[in-house]
């Protein structure tokens, strides 16, 4: 249908990563995307721990088994003692380290003959992280939803980025259609590492609420903030804000975080409690304009790369 020379090397039929998103990309939402033919991603985020992902990885299944990859956040995995060690064990094709300045994790996943991947956000950043061994980068565009540097729109970074280095390049960022998964694939990149589109899919993590809300968002609808995680007392680096949907709390506090009281984290915690989102977080990118549905991950794939294919074909003549 639509490869890569990456993809095809890696034993994939479609040039297709789920981000590994924290509280969205359990192991049925791996499986699904495996079983699609791309490469599935376990993540853990922020609340990883050692039992939280022995409970995800019992989910993967079918397709998948043998055939996944797992995603971390840096500074959990070093305050989770075990956790890497956990992730190594598992077997999976890919690890993904993501929102740290540390390396020895690269030479520990080789050792164990894990393929290695993370996130970069410029030019310098994608060199380090091949100098330390990593043999894929993911350049993440600011247009990303979650946390991550918000430095470059996904197309100026990933030129920026295949100048850079050599190994293959991921894409991530407001890829959510046909039409931007075959511009970043004409543009070089290896394979796009796609969330937001998937997070709305039946097979995620995702409540009801938060999968109706990604439905009805506009493109525009998404904001930048750290509110959030300072409320919930979570020590995300204040480099790595997050993108989520725009609503009442983001307008009461972000760019105000340093006056957030314990009024406004309790009732942060019971909006979270209760699925309400109109208080609670809801990440995305600003491709979730592009959702329109909560189609299956299979659906959702097979659209996105059979237009890709068509729209690269029609562009070679």
Known sequence: MLSTPWSAQFGLRVPIVNAPMGGVAGGRLATAVSAAGGLGMVGLGSAANRELLATQLRHIGGH?????????????????????????AARPALLSV????????????HDAGITTATQVYDAQGARRAVDAGVDIVVARGAEGGGHGETRLGTLPLLDAVLDA???????GGGIASARSLAAVLAAGASGAWVGTRLSACPEA??????????????????AVTRAFDVASGLPWPARFPSRVLA????????????????RACDELAEAVANDDRSIAPVD?????GMIRDDASVAQVIDEMCSG???????WNT
């Open 98 to 109: 993501s929102f740290g300045t540390g390396w020895s994790w690269v030479a520990q996943a």
């Open 247 to 262: 609503n009442d709390f983001v307008a009461r506090w972000a760019g105000h975080e340093e006056a957030l009281d314990a």
């Open 284 to 288: 995305a990118g600003q491709g979730v």
């Open 64 to 88: 998948a088994a043998g055939r996944f990859g797992i995603g971390l956040v840096d500074w959990v995995m070093r305050n989770e003692k075990g956790l890497l060690q956990d992730a190594l």
């Open 165 to 171: 280095v050599s190994v293959p390049v991921l894409a």
């Open 205 to 222: 993590l995702t409540g009801d609420a938060s999968r109706r809300a990604l439905i009805t968002a506009r493109s525009t609808d998404t």
């Open 308 to 314: 890709a294919a068509r729209l690269l074909a029609g």
